[in-house]
């Protein structure tokens, strides 16, 4: 495993950018970035030609030596470009405004930190949620830059999610969710009536190609399966029927659960995505998806232990039958 040459800093990782690898010198009035075979002349020169609008900020990162090669070597000025070379630095997180829900502890030892996912909070940094995610959050809270999620959960939905706190553990664990060793049981709540008798089992071929905001069915071989069971369902004076589901996921592709329902007829409740989609503002927290990871169970790869992990959050839509429009 190789040692990252800048470490984690405000909880935050670096970024490692690769160089191309080929080309041909840029010379005199040649506008860098122009040709896809240009070698810059010097490594600033290609950040800026990558990133013109950061180009103030680079330059100050690189006169504080913060740029640095895959030995830990500052970058300055005069660093000549090398094809195939690589260069870590810190990019500047964004402006976001503050989640306003928490994290819970579920469980933690000396490999794991278990917890129960606020809906709206991303898994990892990216994109727009970078220090509003669980491992930015749960690093700066503990100290413990290592921390890093064994598996990953839509920035939508709420419930178990396992995160290591050692490197030397993180491969063993994310292996287990790889191999589909770990028995995953999620809830969900729709307003929909489904097309299909239950239980029932959604096997097919799911895409998601970049720069698409759904994911698709499509024809071939299948790639996902869930088992989709009908728990029982209430009345709401808004919603009318309320049916909660519970759903066996056998793969974890990205949106597999929400299209899932939505292709039974019963797309869950507050999903913007399937099975059409409509924008919600990033800081709207009146609705959220009503799909919560309940429970994850495996035999741990270091101590062969049967470990089992179980939410303890419950779906705000979800009206108890004993409780529903009709006893109230």
Known sequence: MRTPPLPVRDGLNPVRLQLPQRGVTSGPGHVPGTDEHTVWLTVLDYLVARFPADESRLREKVAGREVVDDRGQPVD?????????????????????????????????????????????????????????????????????EISPAHRLDRVTAGVLVLTKRREVRGRYQELFARRRVVKTYEAVSAGQPDVGLPHVVRNRVVKERGVLQAEIVSGEPN?????????????????????????????????????????????????????????????????????????????????????????????????????????
């Open 77 to 145: 000025e005069t660093t000549p470009f090398v094809p195939g070379g690589a260069v870590s630095l810190y990019r500047d997180p964004p402006v976001e405004s503050r989640v306003p829900f928490e994290i819970d502890v579920l469980h933690e030892d000396d490999d794991l930190l278990v917890v129960d996912k606020p809906h709206f909070l991303a898994t990892m940094p990216r994109g727009a949620y970078v220090v509003e995610s669980v491992v930015v959050r749960l690093r700066r809270a503990t100290g413990l830059s």
């Open 224 to 328: 996902t399966e869930t088992r989709i069971e009908m728990l029982d369902q209430c009345t709401d004076p808004v919603q009318g029927v309320l049916r909660r589901f519970r759903l066996y996921p056998r793969t974890g592709k990205i949106h597999q659960l929400r299209l899932h329902m939505a292709s039974i007829g019963s797309p869950i409740l507050n999903d913007n995505f399937y099975p059409s989609f409509y924008d919600v503002a990033p800081d709207d927290y009146a609705a959220p998806v009503q799909l919560l990871a309940r429970s994850l169970a495996f035999d741990d790869p270091v101590t062969g232990r049967r470990r089992e992990f179980v939410s303890r959050r419950e779906l705000a839509a979800w009206v108890p039958p004993e409780q529903s429009a009709g006893d109230r």
